[in-house]
T-cell receptor
Framework: AAGVIQSPRHLIKEKRETATLKCYPIPRHDTVYWYQQGPGQDPQFLISFYEKMQSDKGSIPDRFSAQQFSDYHSELNMSSLELGDSALYFC?????WGGGDEQFFGPGTRLTVL | AQTVTQSQPEMSVQEAETVTLSCTYDTSENNYYLFWYKQPPSRQMILVIRQEAYKQQNATENRFSVNFQKAAKSFSLKISDSQLGDTAMYFCAYSGAGSYQLTFGKGTKLSVIP
């Protein structure tokens, strides 16, 4: 079965650089969620999209932005990177924006900021 | 805001034995969903089991079952016949009826000992 695809899987950046993370949801899934998991931490919700519109916003820094495109893939853009942005970034997708729908997680993008 | 508490940072169990992981949550909502996710060393997030708050019957998935006590706001996970492949971090998570992002607990690191 198709799964959520994230690219790149690993990314190394310098402080103050920018990074773009991509997420390709499972086919026919119209909802995408982004989570950030710091070392030894639980995942923290950043932002979500339903039908290409932002549906919810969590603890996402102003330096980050995201969008969902017409083909439902999503991109998380991170600017002015800081050391504290080093984390595992998960994208998850669900069949629709509804309470309790299972969120299928991608393998994550490991971002290291030097 | 909803909070999820896992009071056991680490646990261990002998192979083939049974172990119970605890989770409590705080919410003012009446309709919500609870999940247990497993994160093995690969860091992939895998859904183990899901419970709808309006259902009194406890969810069961093969060797995994929950004890859902709505009044006490408790949602524990029981793993029967523990296997080496169960070694992982286990996160309890909450999703509200109106806001569908997942709020995670800090996790319980489970080690299954041969």
């Amino acid at each position: 079965a198709a799964g959520v695809i994230q690219s790149p899987r690993h990314l190394i950046k310098e402080k103050r650089e920018t990074a773009t993370l991509k997420c390709y949801p499972i086919p026919r899934h119209d909802t995408v969620y982004w989570y950030q998991q710091g070392p030894g931490q639980d995942p923290q919700f950043l932002i979500s999209f339903y039908e290409k519109m932002q549906s919810d916003k969590g603890s996402i820094p102003d330096r980050f932005s995201a969008q969902q495109f017409s083909d439902y893939h999503s991109e998380l853009n991170m600017s002015s990177l800081e050391l504290g942005d080093s984390a595992l970034y998960f994208c998850a997708s669900s069949l629709t924006w509804g309470g309790g729908d299972e969120q299928f997680f991608g393998p994550g993008t490991r971002l290291t900021v030097l | 805001a909803q909070t999820v508490t896992q009071s056991q940072p680490e646990m261990s169990v002998q192979e083939a034995e049974t172990v119970t992981l605890s989770c409590t949550y705080d919410t003012s909502e009446n309709n919500y969903y609870l999940f247990w996710y497993k994160q093995p060393p690969s860091r992939q997030m895998i859904l183990v089991i899901r419970q709808e708050a309006y259902k009194q019957q406890n969810a069961t998935e093969n060797r995994f079952s929950v004890n859902f006590q709505k009044a006490a706001k408790s949602f524990s996970l029981k793993i029967s016949d523990s296997q080496l492949g169960d070694t992982a971090m286990y996160f309890c998570a909450y999703s509200g009826a109106g806001s569908y992002q997942l709020t995670f607990g800090k996790g319980t690191k489970l080690s299954v000992i041969p």
